[in-house]
């Protein structure tokens, strides 16, 4: 936490990583992360039926990026790309449970020594390297060390939000206020908030898909979303006059789908969507992809009846999220903290939902690498861009550079590798903006890896997406190609067609010429290079002298 005092009038911000002067006019952060939120489902986003009034009041006085990307399709790669600013090739953790390594920087350790108290409300999907912490003598618990373990938030309220019965947690945050609420259960998470009853009093998991249209146990008020939002609004009444940046982190609408009432069939009545998928899909499938929809998940979504239980709970855990943001957005006014808040909206991937005869994530169709982006600056020097929809490409990584930007700061170029949004945000990127995003995974923990026989390191993947073409690349099997001017819902896979060599060749080389410029010297900047190859440094070491 930071600690601050007067020096000769000014107030001074003091931390482990120095100190710095507070400037009175950098605006707060508020940093709100749903999870497993695909880009279509909200109104100002275009769906048909789904209502996200406050969401969509963000977008109105604010900048919505159309065509958002994340880095890696799981929750802890993706998150840890977005946090550190960097592609999931580059620091490693590009799976669920990867460990992220200690010399990787997060925005909220950057943000620290600005002058930001940097804190998290909700999930991050951290799990840190408990060798290096073993080896250089850091405690998870206590110094920097607890810093380093907690993704570099201060960790008001961090919960992963996923504790079924075996992982059952008795000092869960969540649990205990659940019982100070009056809830009788040994385990609230799983058999309050995530369970239903059935009809003769027993108690119903949320787990199971075909419970999706019954209320959750627990009431609307005590929900994960609306405790995280309370916890959230404790935050910023305790940070007082310091410069923030937090990071709500909702856990919904990721599974257990399953919804507290009115939430849980607002959109019951409505109709389900038609799944955006073909036989063709089916039909002699690239190895990999078939691997997948072998699936459980992906078995249990293609059947129309799960599908037609679930997307109605999706769509309303999702109306919840907006109740709660159109809370947070009245409570920042009623702190007088609107017109110095910077609020920015976002998913951590995308759910198939049973799209392409899939269930969950882990591949690079749209359904889950596309995220929503809106940034809303209160700020005056952003008035021009409010109501704006831009169409350029935009990558979770760039908004680690964006918030330093706003913070005062100067992005590493040597080590990020997002670009600060701050010129599309202004109406102008300045330069020539990307045409090209990347995305980068590994699916060594998952069914289809064994069904393959593959070893774990045969399980890397990669995408790189242009305007018109995107392209798969997989380690160990052929590629998949979706022409996406041609075919926009990504059904025909091109990867194996004869007639797509060339261009299957050009995107390949795409990711190459990607990878070998990635930022791999984060330790030393361009400028201690230039510095120390400048022509007025003397030449200490007479090599090739005669």
Sequence with gaps: MLAFSEVRGH??????????????????????????????????AGHRVLKTPAIDAL?????????????????????????????????????????????????????????????????????????????LGLDPESGPGALVAQCGFEPFERDDGLYPAPLFDPDLAYNQYLWDQGYEAEHPWADIANAALGPDGEVLSGWHMRHAHLPARVAPEHSETAYMTDRAMSFIEQAGDEP???????????????APAPWHDLYRDM???????????RSDP??????????????????????????PTYLGLI????????????????????????????????????????????????EIVKVPLIIADPRPAADGARGREVHAFAEAIDLAPTFVGMAGGEPEGHRLEGRSLTGLLAGDAGETWRDCVFSDGCFGKKPARVAMGLDPTQTRSFMARTDRWKYMHFLAGPPMLFDLQEDPQERH?????????????????????WMITRRLRPATSDVAIERQTAPEV?????????
Aim: proline share 3%; net charge negative; glycine share 8%.
């Design 538 to 546: 003397p030449r200490n070491w007479l090599i090739g002298v005669w």
């Design 11 to 44: 107030r001074v911000c003091s931390s482990q990583y120095g100190t710095v002067m507070a400037v009175a006019d950098k605006p707060n952060i508020l940093f709100i992360m749903a999870d497993q939120l695909r880009a279509d489902c909200l109104g100002c």
């Design 286 to 311: 690239n190895p990999i992809y078939a691997a997948f929809m072998d699936h459980a998940e992906s078995k249990a979504f293609s059947r129309d009846e799960t599908r037609n239980n679930v997307m």
């Design 319 to 366: 109306a919840e999220i907006d109740h709660h943001v159109g809370r947070m957005m009245a409570f920042l006014e009623e702190q007088g903290l609107a017109e110095n808040t910077v609020v920015v909206f976002t998913s951590d991937h995308g759910d198939y939902l049973g799209d392409h005869w899939l269930g969950e994530k882990d591949l690079y169709h749209e």
């Design 271 to 281: 109709g389900v969507l038609e799944a955006n998928r073909d036989e063709t899909e």
């Design 493 to 513: 896979d091109l990867g194996r067609d004869t007639g797509y060599a060339i261009m299957r060749a050009e995107m390949k080389d795409r990711l190459f010429d």
């Design 244 to 258: 923030w940046c937090l990071h709500l982190s909702y856990i919904k609408p990721h599974w257990p789908y399953i």
């Design 59 to 135: 977008a109105a006085r604010g900048t919505r990026f159309s065509r958002a990307f994340v880095q890696s399709p799981v929750c802890g790669g993706s998150r840890m790309s977005t946090y550190t600013g960097r592609y999931a090739f580059s620091h490693g953790a590009f799976g669920n449970n990867y460990a992220l390594r200690v010399d990787e920087p997060t925005m909220g350790a950057v943000l620290r020594p600005l002058g930001y108290r940097t804190a998290l409300v909700g999930k991050t999907h951290m799990t840190y390297d408990q060798n290096a912490f073993a080896r």
